[in-house]
T-cell receptor
């Protein structure tokens, strides 16, 4: 089945350690995204990538890093510089061009998320 | 700058009641797109609908319906005859015409009690 996988579902780390969250998609989508979700704040964009070996900062990129070496994979590293890393992290992907009609919008498809707890 | 406001933090209804989730947006773009997503307790966001700014026709899909009004910058979502399985967090989102960045509202928690 096509979809987006994120692993692990729950992740625990000690403060000061870097941690990498995995995101893999087999939808053949060009674009991939990382969001952070905090209670009552909706989703905020961390990084996104439209093509292999290229990515752009989102609204809250500080303390995070990404890579896009393969089309299917877009791992996110939460570094020790991120002041409040405990959150729910969601990965998404979308076609670079719309899938239907005359729209120029992008439907994003989301993975199940990783809940990161840093103590 | 784009902004999405979902003023209702949490709504509780009894099964079979109708419920409307409000979404108000701000944008300077003349062409833009609006989305609704559902986040069940499992955490994964599920795409429900996309609407472009030139199409103000209301849409109905089963028990779901959406009312888009450009005059009031609103894109409200109504669930008719709610069911317990509708319990989730619902997000409204906005994107520019050629952008691939979604701006999300804070979400509305819907609790449907049996």
């Amino acid at each position: 089945d096509g979809g987006i996988t994120q692993s692990p579902k729950y992740l625990f780390r000690k403060e000061g350690q870097n941690v990498t969250l995995s995101c893999e998609q087999n939808l053949n989508h060009d674009a991939m995204y990382w969001y952070r979700q905090d209670p009552g704040q909706g989703l905020r964009l961390i990084y996104y990538s439209q093509i292999v070996n290229d990515f752009q900062k989102g609204d809250i990129a500080e303390g995070y890093s990404v890579s896009r070496e393969k089309k299917e994979s877009f791992p996110l590293t939460v570094t020790s510089a991120q002041k409040n890393p405990t959150a729910f992290y969601l990965c998404a992907s979308s076609p670079l061009r719309p899938t239907s009609g005359r729209t120029n919008a992008y439907e994003q498809y989301f993975g199940p998320g990783t809940r990161l707890t840093v103590t | 700058a784009q902004k999405v406001t979902q003023a209702q933090t949490e709504i509780s209804v009894v099964e079979k009641e109708d419920v409307t989730l409000d979404c108000v947006y701000e944008t300077r773009d003349t062409t833009y797109y609006l989305f609704w997503y559902k986040q069940p307790p499992s955490g994964e966001l599920v795409f429900l609908i996309r609407r472009n700014s030139f199409d103000e026709q209301n849409e109905i899909s089963g028990r779901y319906s959406w009312n888009f009004q450009k005059s009031t910058s609103s894109f409200n979502f109504t669930i008719t005859a709610s069911q317990v399985v509708d319990s989730a967090v619902y997000f409204c989102a906005l994107s520019e015409e050629y952008g691939n960045k979604l701006v999300f509202g804070a979400g509305t928690i819907l609790r449907v009690k049996s």
